[in-house]
């Protein structure tokens, strides 16, 4: 309760891959309400882009749902707090209006930038775990559309992050926590490789929004939102962080090793650990200041969208509704461990995370005339695991040992995608009471800033409701298999860099489709 004796309400405005939620809160971080709008997305060659302005327009009719849902909301104390994908790119002009589409953080147009960047800097590089020279990073983007799009360029009055532009349409400032600034390649400890950057590429600091640290209050919400959405007055603004990092916090982790595994469209492997630890892959250590903590590990380029690719490959003839999903996991259970000896590789976006790998697409191997769908659709949950376990490997190069895994997101729903998790791994899978560990964990970072809860706090609110063990036959079975696995990519990554070149001289290389559900 505020001292007001009021009532505290927790808005997250969680803007995913595929849809924009908003859900809310009590004072005792248990969920009252949730809403959600699909968002769709446009792919074409290396682009995938999302339209910035129809993720707020569907965020304010959310916010009007939950005042009609919620009739206190209109006049409480409120917090409102954004997270969204890192890594996506928005140019805004002066008015606050996006003048492009949301370059998206498995775009992959901006690889020729990233490379120049590594040959030019490679010691800040090498010396900066949160920096990555990849094409997903902000820096990158930016370089990208003002050698690519110079006219637009000079337009630019702020460019943005997805959390950066939602709170900017909450508040009426530019503002950027410093875990998101990382992908400007801007860290407040070590800002002069953004200062070289900058002067180098004749880029003034006036583009890019203030830095302020993750756990603070950044303002009320404008008297405009409040009109159109009919929230309190009340109303203040908690500034959190990207999807994958409120996730992590959102799972109840609490001590070292405690490991968060969130499958969305993408999937999120992240480890707590109380020193640094150093990579010679694309996983990331990260300091979180706030708990003064370091996150350790990354996100890949599709895990959970998998699933929605084979529903509409494989299913088109099946129910449009929730039981497609049934009766995918149940023809998958009727095939056999190793799919009867048919493999996926699941890289239809390339891959991001452990490796970067911008040209490697999506591959069936061993397919015999016995072969069903119920096979291939097998093989696809189990690619979902080899995935998960190319990361959990490298994190436990480090030195970090893993005991289990909290498992949440849409694909914890899945009691095959959670079985095949522990037997690939040979990891406990600990599934959780909310799904909503992404919204969950922006609202514990308000908790946590207005001290209503501590760091162990955060573990005594997040329930387990069902662990999952792993069978040793059967994990004995997908080491095996998992070897197969790596052994598949490494021999046809050339390939894939034939294919793209073949590609080229068939296709025009303009074509672009729109997704309504990645």
Not at 5 to 18: A, E, K, M, P
Not at 119 to 145: T, V
Not at 344 to 367: H, K, N, S
Request: some cysteine; glycine content about 6%.
């Amino acid at each position: 309760m505020s001292e007001k004796g009021q009532n505290q309400y927790f808005i997250v405005i969680n803007l995913g891959l595929r849809s924009v939620r908003v859900i809310v809160f009590d004072d005792k971080a248990q969920k009252l309400w949730h809403g959600w709008h699909p968002v769709e997305t446009i792919v074409g060659a290396d682009q995938v882009e999302q339209n910035a302005e129809d993720w707020w327009n569907k965020a304010e009719s959310l916010l009007k749902d939950a005042v009609h849902n919620i009739s206190e909301l209109k006049d409480s104390e409120l917090y409102l707090s954004v997270t969204g994908s890192s890594s996506c790119l928005i140019p805004v002009d002066s008015s606050g209006k996006a003048i492009y589409n949301s370059i998206m953080v498995s775009d992959k147009r901006a690889t020729k930038e990233a490379l120049k960047l590594e040959e030019r800097y490679p010691h800040h590089f090498a010396a900066k775990d949160e920096f990555l020279p990849l094409a997903s990073y902000l820096m990158p983007k930016i370089l990208w559309f003002k050698n690519n799009e110079p006219s637009l360029h000079k337009k630019v009055f702020k460019y943005l992050s997805p959390n950066d532009f939602l709170i900017y349409k909450l508040t009426g400032r530019y503002i950027t926590d410093d875990l998101n600034a990382h992908k400007f390649y801007f860290h407040e400890k070590y800002n002069i490789f953004f200062d070289e950057i900058l002067s180098h590429f004749n880029l003034g600091k006036e583009l890019f929004p203030e830095v302020v640290r993750c756990g603070n209050i950044v303002g009320p919400t404008t008297p405009d939102v409040v009109s159109k959405t009919g929230i309190s007055k009340n109303s203040k603004v908690i500034l959190t962080t990207y999807d994958a990092l409120c996730a992590f916090w959102g799972t109840g982790v609490a001590q070292e090793g405690d490991s968060s595994n969130v499958v969305g469209t993408v999937s999120s492997l992240r480890t707590l650990s109380n020193k640094r630890k150093k990579f010679k892959s694309n996983l990331l250590s990260q300091e979180f200041l706030l708990f003064n903590k370091f996150v350790v590990g990354g996100s890949n380029n599709l895990d959970g969208g998998l699933m929605e690719w084979a529903k509409e490959a494989f299913y088109e003839d099946a129910a449009k509704d929730d039981s497609i999903y049934k009766l995918m996991e149940e023809e998958a259970t009727h095939s056999t461990v190793g799919a009867r000896g048919l493999l996926f590789m699941p890289y239809l976006l390339g891959e991001r995370a452990p490796f970067w790998d911008t040209e490697v697409r999506g591959l069936f191997f061993g397919i015999e005339k016995f072969h069903r769908r119920e096979d291939f659709i097998r093989s696809v949950y189990e690619s979902s695991a080899f995935m998960i376990t190319d990361m959990l490997n490298e994190i436990e190069k480090s030195g970090l040992q893993v005991s289990n895994i909290k498992l949440s997101g849409g694909f914890a729903k899945s009691e095959l995608g959670s079985m095949l998790r522990a037997d690939v791994t040979g990891k406990e899978i600990h599934l959780l009471a909310e799904e909503e560990s992404t919204a969950l964990g922006s609202c514990l970072i308000s908790m946590f800033t207005l001290n209503l809860i501590d760091l162990n706090g955060l573990k005594d609110i997040v329930k387990i409701r069902k662990i999952v063990t792993p069978e040793k036959v059967h994990h004995e079975q997908y080491q095996k298999l998992y070897a197969l696995f790596k052994e598949l990519y490494n021999s046809t990554k050339n390939l894939h860099l034939l294919r793209k070149d073949v590609q080229s001289d068939i296709l025009s290389g303009d074509e672009r489709y729109i997704l309504k559900n990645l």
